[in-house]
């Protein structure tokens, strides 16, 4: 069994749950060939080897884990004594606060708790019982590994060299400004939790500095430009206003899978351009395999009877991107193919976006089912 990475555990909350929790993923991590480890509150003593790391934290004041790096990927976890009227909102705001990319709280109400795992995507699931601990933390070590397991892809190169006549963007700019007034008409772009008004300015900036993101945003659009290179939404921008180019849309020029690296070419008088779409890598595979799809679209809705991955890898990773491309390249019409993503949304191809939200459009369901 190959091993990728290790775990740490750390964190302030105490508790009978909250050991009982930690203590019962850990074994079975090392079940599963994993090293566990502990650390201190600021990651002291942790190993290079580190891909998770499982934070307790208090409820009531959720202290966030300053990862070292993007790769690093941090589980919060907090008991709650009273069940929230909406789980997904506590659970989402106490993500947030605490800096995690994904977020386990466990409702402490009457004799039997409840568990739930949220993602950063808005993913909602519900462990299985308590009552029976072997099947309650197989659950919780399967939607772990693929954490420990996958390579995130978020690092840009931005380059000052968009040719002039792209500084105001083309056709295909517009069909995404249309297409992003389209999303926002059907309802299907869901206002992000404001995270400036959960976090700290300290917090706020670590965050922008780590992810380099200005809020968070859900689903993104594509078009492409040529052969190699296409247009994308920026990361953490309203969709329903993509104009600027280079802050609101990026041109993407290529892909160093080595370095795990976007290439982005901007105005050269654009002094501080934006990251592109987390889903960036996604978005190239799919390209670079079909010369006939000229347009991406992806949205945190659901189509019934679809195909759909099974495993729920973090966006921007290169393994989500893989299993997307691997059931588009399945479909009997891959230029014209809709992929679900488990828990998360669906990402749509076609020979155009205007093409695609006539195909599309309104068929796409708000609320993705979560199993």
Same mark, same amino acid.
């Given at each position: 069994?190959?091993v *990728?990475?290790?775990?740490?555990? *750390?964190?302030q909350?105490?508790?009978?749950?909250i050991?009982? /929790?930690?203590e019962?993923?850990a074994?079975?991590?090392?079940?599963?060939?994993?090293?566990?480890?502990?650390?201190?509150?600021?990651?002291?003593?942790?190993?290079?080897?580190?891909?998770?790391?499982?934070?307790a934290?208090?409820?009531e004041?959720?202290?966030?884990?300053?990862?070292?790096?993007?790769?690093?990927?941090?589980?919060?976890?907090?008991?709650? *004594?009273?069940?929230?009227?909406?789980?997904?909102?506590?659970?989402?705001?106490l993500?947030?606060?605490?800096?995690?990319?994904?977020?386990?709280?466990?409702?402490?109400?009457?004799?039997?708790?409840v568990?739930?795992?949220?993602t950063?995507?808005?993913?909602?699931?519900?462990?299985?019982?308590?009552?029976?601990?072997?099947?309650? /933390?197989?659950?919780?070590?399967?939607?772990?590994?693929?954490?420990?397991?996958?390579?995130?892809?978020?690092?840009? #190169? /931005?380059?000052?060299?968009?040719?002039?006549?792209?500084w105001?963007?083309?056709?295909?700019?517009?069909?995404?400004?249309?297409?992003?007034?389209?999303l926002? #008409?059907?309802?299907?772009?869901?206002?992000?939790?404001p995270?400036?008004k959960?976090l700290?300015?300290?917090?706020?900036?670590?965050?922008?500095?780590?992810?380099?993101?200005?809020?968070?945003?859900?689903?993104?659009?594509s078009?492409?430009?040529?052969?190699e290179?296409?247009w994308?939404?920026? !990361?953490?921008?309203?969709?329903?206003?993509?104009?600027?180019?280079?802050?609101e849309?990026?041109?993407?020029?290529?892909?160093?899978?080595?370095?795990?690296?976007?290439?982005?070419?901007?105005?050269?008088?654009?002094?501080?351009?934006?990251?592109?779409?987390?889903?960036?890598?996604?978005?190239?595979?799919?390209?670079?395999?079909?010369?006939?799809?000229?347009?991406?679209?992806?949205?945190?809705?659901?189509?019934?009877?679809?195909?759909?991955?099974?495993?729920?890898?973090?966006?921007?990773?290169?393994?989500?991107?893989?299993?997307?491309?691997?059931?588009?390249?399945?479909?009997?019409?891959?230029?014209?193919?809709?992929?679900?993503?488990?828990?998360?949304?669906?990402?749509v191809?076609?020979? !155009?976006?205007?093409?695609?939200?006539?195909?599309?459009?309104?068929?796409?369901?708000?609320?993705?089912?979560?199993?």
């Amino acid at each position: 069994m190959e091993v *990728t990475g290790a775990v740490t555990l *750390t964190g302030q909350a105490n508790g009978r749950v909250i050991e009982w /929790f930690v203590e019962g993923v850990a074994r079975r991590l090392k079940q599963r060939g994993h090293p566990v480890e502990r650390s201190g509150l600021n990651g002291d003593g942790m190993g290079s080897d580190v891909r998770v790391v499982l934070n307790a934290v208090d409820a009531e004041a959720p202290r966030g884990f300053r990862r070292r790096s993007q790769d690093i990927f941090v589980v919060g976890v907090a008991e709650l *004594t009273e069940a929230p009227d909406d789980v997904l909102a506590a659970g989402y705001s106490l993500l947030v606060r605490s800096l995690s990319n994904v977020f386990i709280p466990i409702v402490r109400a009457g004799d039997d708790p409840v568990a739930y795992f949220i993602t950063m995507e808005q993913g909602f699931h519900r462990f299985p019982a308590m009552d029976d601990e072997d099947a309650f /933390f197989a659950d919780v070590v399967e939607r772990l590994i693929p954490l420990i397991d996958s390579r995130l892809v978020i690092n840009n #190169e /931005f380059h000052p060299d968009l040719p002039e006549e792209l500084w105001n963007g083309d056709e295909h700019t517009e069909a995404m400004y249309r297409t992003g007034l389209y999303l926002a #008409e059907l309802d299907l772009l869901p206002a992000p939790w404001p995270i400036d008004k959960l976090l700290s300015e300290e917090d706020m900036r670590h965050v922008k500095r780590l992810f380099g993101i200005g809020g968070l945003s859900y689903g993104n659009v594509s078009a492409r430009h040529d052969r190699e290179r296409f247009w994308m939404s920026a !990361s953490g921008v309203d969709k329903s206003h993509l104009k600027e180019i280079g802050t609101e849309i990026c041109f993407v020029t290529g892909y160093d899978e080595e370095r795990g690296v976007i290439h982005l070419s901007h105005p050269p008088h654009v002094s501080d351009p934006r990251r592109v779409s987390v889903d960036a890598v996604e978005h190239v595979m799919i390209y670079r395999e079909h010369p006939e799809i000229n347009a991406i679209l992806h949205v945190h809705g659901w189509m019934e009877g679809i195909a759909s991955t099974e495993t729920v890898y973090p966006c921007g990773t290169h393994e989500l991107a893989e299993e997307v491309a691997v059931l588009i390249n399945r479909e009997p019409e891959p230029g014209r193919a809709v992929i679900g993503m488990k828990n998360h949304g669906v990402t749509v191809t076609g020979p !155009s976006l205007d093409e695609i939200l006539e195909r599309v459009g309104g068929k796409i369901l708000r609320q993705v089912p979560m199993t």
